[in-house]
């Protein structure tokens, strides 16, 4: 039963893993898109496979996560169903966000799932690292979009100063084609990033179920798994989020796009590589797109649609936590637990 469990664990995680994928896609392509740098279905292609090379790059954030509960593994069916329950409230919560085509976090969703089962089972089942939270989660939760904003907005300016006096037609020509190496950097750190998470919460469920130590390295089936699962997710895209980050907030011009995508990636790989925090990919690009579409001019940014944003970024954690607990509840009897 115990094994029939992890092998459930693995599936719903890899689903989480695709759910993350489509729901994410537009992270890495609206801007391109949206300036007509590359057509959709190319800029799919190159996300799906630069999503694939990042996630083969690292395990670091995979271990933060991994380290966000302990779990009593004298009870391997409870530790299981108190996984499992988390990453089914984390994909109720992408697939209600990529209905409304609403670019919350599947990072966050995660986290505030494990948490949300984790509270729910109880502290002799679970324990919740609360310093790993503020320091990994909620401190760069905060401050990646700040730094993103503020990032972008700054290189921005720079760069209407530095082609100032050039003609905009051939600088934007020119930005559409440097737009390919701006977006393949950004789907590496997608991959970077959001697979490790997937990876994190499958090595927990090893650990829990004894087949793996916390001090053991990342099985290679588990990375090659998450990378494809979320690969193949990106393929086949996420239109409505797309149509949010790339024209709702503000219409993108080829150097704005660069920037944003730029300043994204260079957030991704430092948080990643320098802090091994789970940051969100989509609240990053997302802040980025603000901060460099205000060079225009503030009025320039729908703010309004900026405000129902953020207001997904709050209620990601609570919402996914809720929906774990929930999720939690109904596994118990049905699982025997």
Same mark, same amino acid.
């Given at each position: 039963?115990?094994?029939?469990?992890?092998?459930?664990?693995?599936?719903?995680?890899?689903?989480?893993?695709?759910?993350?994928?489509?729901?994410?896609?537009?992270?890495?392509?609206?801007?391109?898109?949206?300036?007509?740098?590359?057509?959709?279905?190319?800029?799919?292609?190159?996300?799906?496979?630069?999503?694939?090379?990042?996630?083969?790059?690292?395990?670091?954030?995979?271990?933060?996560?991994?380290?966000?509960?302990?779990? &009593?593994?004298?009870?391997?069916?409870?530790? *299981?169903?108190?996984?499992?329950?988390?990453? *089914?409230?984390?994909?109720?919560?992408?697939?209600?966000?990529?209905?409304?085509?609403?670019?919350?976090?599947?990072?966050?969703?995660?986290?505030?799932?494990?948490?949300?089962?984790?509270?729910?089972?109880?502290?002799?089942?679970?324990?919740?690292?609360?310093?790993?939270?503020?320091?990994?989660?909620?401190?760069?939760?905060?401050? #990646?979009?700040?730094?993103?904003?503020?990032?972008?907005?700054?290189?921005?300016?720079?760069?209407?100063?530095?082609?100032?006096?050039?003609?905009?037609?051939?600088?934007?020509?020119?930005?559409?084609?440097?737009?390919?190496?701006?977006?393949?950097?950004?789907? *590496?750190?997608?991959?970077?990033? &959001?697979?490790?998470?997937?990876?994190?919460?499958?090595?927990?469920?090893?650990?829990?179920?004894?087949?793996?130590?916390?001090?053991?390295?990342?099985?290679?089936?588990?990375?090659?798994?998450?990378?494809?699962?979320? #690969?193949?997710?990106?393929?086949?895209?996420?239109?409505?989020?797309?149509?949010?980050?790339?024209?709702?907030?503000?219409?993108? &011009?080829?150097?704005?796009? @660069?920037?944003?995508?730029?300043?994204?990636?260079?957030?991704?790989?430092?948080?990643?590589?320098?802090?091994?925090?789970?940051?969100?990919?989509?609240?990053?690009?997302?802040?980025?797109?603000?901060?460099?579409?205000?060079?225009?001019? @503030?009025?320039?940014?729908?703010?309004?649609?900026?405000?129902?944003?953020?207001?997904?970024?709050?209620?990601?954690?609570?919402?996914?936590?809720?929906?774990?607990?929930?999720?939690?509840?109904?596994?118990?009897?049905? *699982?025997?637990?």
């Amino acid at each position: 039963m115990d094994l029939a469990i992890v092998i459930a664990v693995v599936a719903v995680a890899l689903a989480f893993d695709y759910t993350n994928g489509f729901h994410d896609a537009a992270n890495a392509i609206a801007t391109s898109v949206s300036t007509q740098a590359l057509t959709p279905r190319v800029a799919l292609t190159l996300a799906a496979v630069m999503n694939f090379v990042g996630a083969l790059l690292g395990q670091e954030v995979a271990h933060t996560v991994s380290e966000v509960l302990s779990l &009593d593994t004298a009870d391997t069916k409870h530790a *299981l169903v108190i996984i499992l329950a988390a990453l *089914l409230g984390a994909i109720v919560w992408n697939l209600i966000t990529w209905y409304f085509g609403l670019p919350s976090s599947s990072s966050h969703a995660l986290i505030g799932a494990l948490v949300g089962s984790g509270l729910t089972a109880g502290s002799t089942y679970a324990s919740i690292h609360w310093d790993t939270i503020l320091d990994k989660v909620i401190v760069p939760m905060v401050a #990646s979009p700040v730094v993103g904003f503020v990032l972008a907005f700054g290189l921005m300016l720079a760069i209407m100063w530095i082609f100032r006096r050039r003609n905009p037609h051939r600088v934007y020509r020119g930005f559409r084609l440097v737009q390919t190496v701006s977006a393949a950097a950004l789907a *590496l750190g997608h991959g970077l990033q &959001d697979a490790q998470k997937t990876m994190g919460v499958i090595f927990l469920a090893l650990i829990a179920s004894g087949h793996a130590d916390a001090d053991d390295g990342l099985p290679l089936w588990v990375i090659i798994c998450a990378a494809s699962a979320i #690969s193949l997710g990106t393929y086949s895209g996420g239109w409505r989020i797309m149509r949010t980050l790339g024209r709702k907030i503000i219409h993108l &011009d080829p150097a704005r796009g @660069f920037s944003a995508e730029a300043v994204g990636a260079a957030v991704l790989y430092t948080t990643a590589f320098v802090w091994h925090a789970p940051i969100s990919t989509t609240h990053t690009i997302t802040s980025a797109i603000m901060g460099a579409g205000a060079t225009k001019r @503030f009025s320039a940014v729908r703010w309004g649609v900026a405000g129902n944003i953020v207001a997904g970024w709050v209620l990601t954690f609570p919402a996914a936590g809720l929906a774990a607990a929930l999720v939690y509840w109904v596994l118990r009897p049905i *699982l025997g637990v």
